[in-house]
């Protein structure tokens, strides 16, 4: 467990230092808290949506993010296009497949991904489930989107994001009360964090944006977990000192932007859990 702390440290410490570019195709409602919440743990935020801006900004970021939320025509093939060049590219990427399962052209989009085999996959409990059906890796267990709400926990999502992970290579994050982290060697639960992150439009998506920004600085699974425990403290701590969910919002981006690499050591320590071997 030291080793996974350590290497939490230095990833928070490396994002500061050094500034990674993350190119983002990411949706509407939330661009802005994604963006802001890059900036905050030392990232630098560039937003795309053309489809013959995917091979220049993979070209100069050290990784990709790729949302498919609130999506409008164009992201049909700018998202397909920012995947293909980050794989070509060599560039680590993370999908958030927002709301999986609501409609035809949404879906259609996020089986077109499949063979550009992302990084890392961030997503609640029914969007993962749902993703493993789309992709064909699974077919006993059906995910319930409502919108882009879960209505699954995120353990009844282990043996989909399992499938996930197998088939990437990468890492799964499956987000919930308790977030599970995971790749084809190893599982981590993450605990804590705070309720008012669901009182704000964002707080998934903006955590697949901070985790792309990790994985420009670590190793997949470092950055998911990373991304994770930062998250976990930062909503907690401001939900100890706010009472409303705007507030909220502002004190979040604050405690990001405020990262003690130290701080962050102390609360993994007692926040990150490892599971049985997968």
């Not at 919440?37 to 995917?54: H, I, K, M, N």
């Not at 077109?112 to 969007?127: F, M, Q």
């Amino acid at each position: 467990m030291e080793k996974v702390l350590s290497a939490v440290v230095k990833a928070v410490n490396d994002a500061k230092e050094t500034s990674p570019l993350s190119g983002s195709w990411t949706n509407f409602t939330t661009i802005n808290l994604v963006a802001n919440a890059q900036l905050a743990v030392g990232g630098r935020a560039a937003t795309c949506f053309l489809p013959d801006e995917a091979k220049p900004i993979a070209a100069i970021s050290k990784s990709i993010y790729i949302n498919a939320g609130t999506l409008k025509q164009i992201a049909r093939e700018s998202l397909t296009e920012a995947a293909k060049a980050a794989v070509e590219l060599g560039k680590p990427w993370v999908l958030d497949p927002v709301a999986a399962g609501l409609g035809a052209t949404r879906n259609a989009l996020l089986k077109d991904l499949k063979p550009y085999k992302p990084t890392i996959i961030r997503g609640n409990a029914s969007e993962v489930i749902t993703l493993a059906n789309f992709w064909e890796l699974q077919t006993a267990k059906k995910g319930n989107v409502e919108g882009v709400d879960a209505t699954d926990t995120v353990y009844e999502a282990l043996e989909s994001a399992k499938e996930l992970a197998k088939w990437t290579g990468g890492t799964v994050t499956v987000s919930g009360k308790t977030d599970l982290v995971l790749n084809n060697k190893e599982i981590y639960a993450v605990s804590g964090g705070s309720d008012m992150l669901k009182k704000i439009t964002g707080g998934g998506c903006s955590l697949g944006g901070v985790i792309a920004v990790y994985a420009a600085v670590a190793e997949p699974l470092i950055a998911a977990l990373t991304g994770s425990v930062v998250y976990k403290w930062a909503s907690e701590t401001a939900a100890n000192s706010t009472k409303g969910s705007f507030s909220f919002q502002t004190a979040f981006i604050d405690n990001l932007s405020l990262l003690d690499a130290e701080t962050i050591r102390t609360y993994a320590e007692t926040s990150i859990r490892k599971m049985v071997k997968a």
